[in-house]
């Protein structure tokens, strides 16, 4: 008994303890409360950096080539550089920067534009609906590839201006002449792509469905269909580039609005920064919608993406 009271005197008082424990805990708890989310914020910035990597590399790439493009092209025309190549009528980025000024307040360039926008959804989804199914069709019946190949050749290699005069003569008004242009534009990139998509299939798969039991429509549906896909949203990427050629050709001749008129008339008015202006247009446009076809393409197909 004595050397029990004698353990609990000595030991300190209950109170005593929890006065000299709680002080030191609790700063450790607020602080490490307080790091949790600064330690997870930088965690998931680390991961989306490493995730995003490439696509940050190309944007930082893409940015410094055009920096480099309106340095030379400032430099060029500051100096009015003249060897075989002649700058000195070129206008420069601040001059065109002011017409584009002056453009943006006006709702002639604006109406322009869409107008030219307007042709091309026209012209290029109408070549889009008529020429992936055709090359499909195309690809996979020899008969039908044999009948229509040989007349898509001959018609291909003519340029779009050169059909300028046919399609005025075939079409009632300048606007169904254009959209007539732009669709035959796009049409045979797209054709052409659809049909080496086709050939590309590997037979092995469409065999195997046969095997299952799978009939013409399912082979299409779930072998050919998806297995194409790539080379014609590779059509539908060259297709548009070549669909806004022939528009701005077919603007230039027979057209009174739109955005490749507006260009030679610039021309023909000795405008020199609004002829800038309208090509700097023209590429803008042009990779804009490059660039919804890929993401269309990404969305259709996200096996493919990077």
């Known amino acids: 008994m ?12 209950a109170d005593d303890a929890e006065t000299l424990d709680l002080p030191a805990a609790a700063p450790k708890e607020a602080s490490g409360e307080a790091s949790q989310p600064a330690r997870s914020g930088r965690v998931y910035a680390r991961r989306w950096l490493a995730l ?13 080539s055009l920096a480099l493009f309106l340095l030379a092209w400032h430099l060029l025309t500051k100096y009015r550089v ?3 190549v002649r700058f000195v009528n070129v206008p420069s980025p601040e001059m065109v920067l002011e017409s584009l000024t002056k453009a943006l307040h006006s709702s002639t360039f604006m109406s ?3 107008l030219s926008c307007r042709r091309i959804v026209f012209g290029f989804v109408i070549a889009a609906v008529i020429a992936v199914p055709l090359g499909l069709v195309m690809g996979r019946f020899r008969l039908v590839h044999e009948f229509v190949f040989p007349v898509a050749e001959v018609l291909r290699p003519i340029p779009a201006i050169a059909w300028v005069p ?15 242009i732009t669709f035959l534009g796009s049409f045979f990139p797209i054709l052409l792509n659809t049909l080496h998509g086709m050939a590309m299939v590997d037979p092995v798969l469409v065999r195997a469905a046969q095997c299952l039991g799978a009939r013409e429509a399912s082979i299409f549906r779930e072998v050919y269909f998806p297995a194409t896909l790539p ?6 990427t060259v297709g548009m580039g070549v669909a806004w050629v022939s528009l701005i050709a077919a603007e230039m001749i027979s057209g009174q609005f739109g955005i490749g008129y507006f260009t030679w008339e610039a021309y023909s008015l000795v405008q020199y920064s609004d002829i800038a202006l309208g090509m700097i247009c023209i590429g803008v446009l042009g990779l804009g919608a490059s660039a919804l076809i890929r993401g269309l393409g990404r969305l259709v197909m996200p096996w493919g993406s990077r």
Do not use: C, Q, Y
């Not at 046919?166 to 007539?180: G, R, V």
């Open 2 to 13: 004595d050397s029990t009271a004698r353990k609990l005197e000595d030991r300190p008082p």
């Open 52 to 64: 995003h990597r490439r696509e940050l590399r190309a944007l930082a790439v893409g940015a410094l």
């Open 82 to 84: 003249s060897f075989h």
């Open 112 to 114: 322009h534009v869409l």
């Open 166 to 180: 046919m399609s005025i003569m075939l079409w009632p008004t300048n606007e169904e002449s254009i959209i007539f």
């Open 231 to 236: 080379h014609v949203f590779t059509g539908l």
